[in-house]
């Protein structure tokens, strides 16, 4: 027979309930990614050019207030340079650490400038190598060695990797003589009461699951190990894999799931969490855990980096249309920063990867948006706007461009399908 485990979880967290898409890492990284001072100069020719002037922008450099949205952290410090030196005036701060968006400075900036020209999202360490490179940190100079890069961000997700990973390791599955596949699972992956640790992940026993194993004395393996459940796997989980990887699952050695354990497949929630007057946890990207940690296309740290660049920059848009900005006038550019650290130059530089523009011209609470692949297609053709102050002034360089040579994430480099390990565990 089989029973559901769901009403264990939290009603954020049920997978029937809705939760809105976010940009897929695959799609996203499709392009390569900007210099982030060469996105700025085309940035400010997009502004002069027709479309924007169609959609309603009216260009005038004197009335700029050029303003960043992005964490604290030092190594995304090249970004406030670049519209420095592109706009002549020095950026308004609208960002909070975790490169979070603050809607509450908006009633300020406006007051600054009437034209209110936004660049922001959430950053991430990138060093170049083999294989596409490596996210999630990078060189700090000053401490002479690697660290998180964004380590807010890597600090949110930290809990849960280490419940996930322990999940994957230790959810075996095989298959004895003429049997189905069975998948075992530890007691606190089924149910949550079994483990004392506040980060519960729960096996979906629905998706993953067809039901218990019923012990038979004839059979020895039917006999459930100490703390564990034995349940037949349902189809699904296998009929996603490759037919080589597949098999792996389909002899009697007990074969830990790995990063097969996909979102589908469970769910993890945060009992601890503080919620909001919704129900929803305080920090969303919770609500995305399960596809952060178990995304095949890409690296844990980017996922997140993508995930909260999505859930603020719905944050920018929810609160520039608010009535009280309707003279305003905001050209928005978001996407993920990519922070690099250049060993000749001993400083950190940027690449930008825009996820959307939105435009609110002034004198309506309306805006226009220009989707990523669009965004690409017009901005790749763009002659960038030079800036009043030299790279070389400013940034003691000339030109963005090798770093973003040295840029080769593709994500299929990051495909999670390596075969799974081979252990025997009891
Ligand atoms: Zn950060």
Not at 133 to 154: A, N, Q
Not at 205 to 223: A, C, M, R, S
Not at 257 to 276: A, Q, V
């Amino acid at each position: 027979m089989h029973r559901t485990n769901r009403h264990w979880l939290p009603a954020y967290c049920n997978p029937d309930s809705y939760l809105p898409k976010v940009q897929e890492t695959r799609a996203l990284f499709s392009t390569p990614p900007f210099g982030f001072w060469d996105f700025v100069g085309r940035a400010l020719t997009f502004l002069q050019g027709d479309l924007a002037k169609e959609i309603g922008f009216v260009y005038d450099l004197r009335n700029i207030l050029p303003c960043k949205w992005k964490c604290a952290d030092e190594a995304v410090f090249s970004v406030d340079l670049a519209l420095y030196a592109h706009t002549g005036r020095f950026p308004f701060d609208k960002g909070m650490i975790g490169g979070r968006f603050n809607s509450a400075s908006l009633g300020a900036a406006v007051h600054h400038g009437s034209i209110n020209l936004d660049f922001g999202g959430s950053h991430v360490g990138y060093e170049p190598g083999e294989s596409g490179g490596r996210f999630g940190r990078i060189w700090r100079p000053l401490h002479r060695g690697h660290s998180t890069d964004c380590g807010y961000l890597c600090a949110v997700i930290e809990p849960f990797r280490r419940v996930y990973e322990d999940a994957c390791n230790t959810i075996v599955a095989f298959r004895p003589p003429s049997e189905k596949v069975f998948v075992s699972v530890p007691n606190e992956y089924v149910q949550p009461s079994w483990s004392n640790n506040p980060v519960k992940l729960l096996v979906d026993t629905d998706t993953l699951t067809d039901g218990e194993v019923k012990y038979d004395p004839h059979k020895p393996y039917t006999q459930t190990p100490i703390g564990r459940t034995l349940f037949y796997l349902k189809p699904g989980l296998l009929e996603r894999l490759d037919e080589d990887e597949a098999q792996h699952f389909r002899t009697p050695q007990h074969t830990p799931m790995g990063k097969n354990l996909s979102y589908p497949f469970f769910n993890i929630f945060n009992t601890e969490s503080p919620l909001d007057e919704h129900g929803l946890p305080q920090q969303r990207l919770e609500l995305y855990m399960k596809y952060i940690l178990s995304a095949r296309n890409s690296p844990p740290e980017l996922k997140a980096a993508i995930v909260n660049t999505n859930l603020e920059y719905n944050r920018l848009t929810d609160a520039v249309r608010e009535p009280e900005f309707e003279a305003y006038s905001f050209a928005s550019f978001t996407g993920v920063f990519v922070d690099m650290y250049d060993e000749e130059g001993d400083r950190y530089r940027n690449l930008f990867q825009p996820l959307g523009v939105s435009i609110k011209p002034a004198g309506t609470t309306s805006l226009t948006e220009l989707p990523q692949h669009e965004l690409y297609e017009i901005f790749s053709g763009l002659a960038p706007t030079p800036p009043l102050r030299s790279a070389h002034d400013v940034l003691g360089l000339d030109s963005s461009k090798s770093i973003v040579e040295k840029f080769t994430f593709r994500p299929s480099y990051f495909e999670r399908r390596e075969a799974p390990r081979r252990t025997v565990t009891s």
